[in-house]
């Protein structure tokens, strides 16, 4: 991973020696992971193309203070399914629809995007010091795609944790094959107040 200030990166491009600046040259976290990009499917790959799979963030958040887990799930996620004790707070990048479609090919009730995303990131930085940011979801795609909306805003240090809080599922449709539930780390169920951050 390069490590490269971002004024340097700019007077380099000021002065015509960068025209591109390429996504790993933007980042300013020295984080190395084992997730390698080409193996993963579209639907979890981010323009960004930082990623982190659920144990190594788990081990990244124990010793380093400038990052902040976002989970993006629902609320009514983390509150039956739960979440990870060491999350910052819960941004919803969807929410569940308030007319209750279904979605007869899931199996479940549709999800729409929730307009206030970007603004609640931003709302929840200026309260706290963190310019790093690992963003979980169920298993990889939607935060895959908050990663990419924050991009679109100007993010530039935002990783997407791979496997999500309950993992990829297995032949019987089981998620019991990777995630932070199944890694061995400190989840709960126990809701704490204000962990749903709402931007106001």
């Known amino acids: 991973m390069w490590k490269v200030s971002r004024l340097v990166i700019v007077a380099l491009m000021l002065a015509g020696s960068l025209s591109v600046v390429p996504c790993a040259l933007v980042a300013q976290s020295a ?13 979890k790959q981010t323009s ?53 479609g279904f979605s007869a090919k899931k199996g479940s009730y549709k999800l729409v995007l929730n307009p206030k995303f970007v603004d609640g990131v931003r709302a929840f930085l200026k309260s ?10 169920r298993s990889g795609s939607r935060s895959a795609a908050a990663v990419n909306a924050l991009a679109e805003a100007g993010f530039t240090d935002v990783y997407s944790i791979v496997d999500g809080f309950e ?25 704490r107040e204000n962990y749903w951050f709402r931007n106001h």
């Open 31 to 43: 984080i190395t992971s084992s997730v390698q990009p080409s193996s993963l499917p579209k639907k």
């Open 48 to 100: 960004l193309g930082l990623y982190l799979t659920a144990k190594e963030a788990a081990g990244i958040l124990q010793s380093n203070k400038e990052l902040a887990l976002i989970d993006v799930r629902t609320p009514e996620e983390t509150m039956f399914v739960g979440y990870p004790q060491s999350a910052a707070a819960n941004v919803p990048f969807k929410l569940v629809d308030p007319d209750y």
């Open 128 to 137: 706290k010091s963190a310019p790093t940011l690992l963003l979980m979801c």
């Open 167 to 191: 993992g990829d599922t297995d032949k019987n449709g089981k998620r019991t094959l990777s995630g932070w539930k199944n890694s061995g780390v400190s989840w709960t169920t126990k809701v």
